[in-house]
Nanobody, 124 residues
């Protein structure tokens, strides 16, 4: 049974930092592209960041570039999202996804598995 479990969300003031984690089980982790997406109330889910199999290639959305960093630890089957200089617009439910079958790393429907999400709230 595949499981992706996110953690690390919370309430933080603008300008603060959070580090999200996503622990995977039931998959051969290093075969998968891992991604982070977020969904704000009343908005559609949007791409945040992705990291490829070997960890050497990463992609981040323009809205978070320079503030967010994605990384992975294949020995622990875990992907991380370091979020710095947080803004109120970063508020949302953050989801971890795993993609095996290919497709655009920024396109949610191409992902095979999803976690339940962790809430991030940034106050002004």
């Amino acid at each position: 049974q595949v499981q992706l479990v996110e953690s690390g969300g919370g309430l933080v003031q603008a300008g603060g930092s959070l580090r999200l984690s996503c622990a995977a089980s039931g998959i051969t982790f290093n075969y998968f592209i891992m991604g982070w997406f977020r969904q704000a109330p009343g908005k559609e889910r949007e791409f945040v960041a992705a990291i490829h199999w070997d960890g050497g290639r990463t992609n981040v959305a323009n809205s978070v570039k320079g503030r967010f960093t994605i990384s992975r630890d294949d020995a622990k089957n875990t992907v991380f999202l370091q979020m710095n200089s947080l803004k109120p617009d970063d508020t949302g439910l953050y989801y971890c996804g795993a993609q095996y079958r290919g497709g655009s790393y920024s396109d949610g429907p191409t992902y095979d598995y999803w976690g339940q999400g962790t809430q991030v709230t940034v106050s002004s």
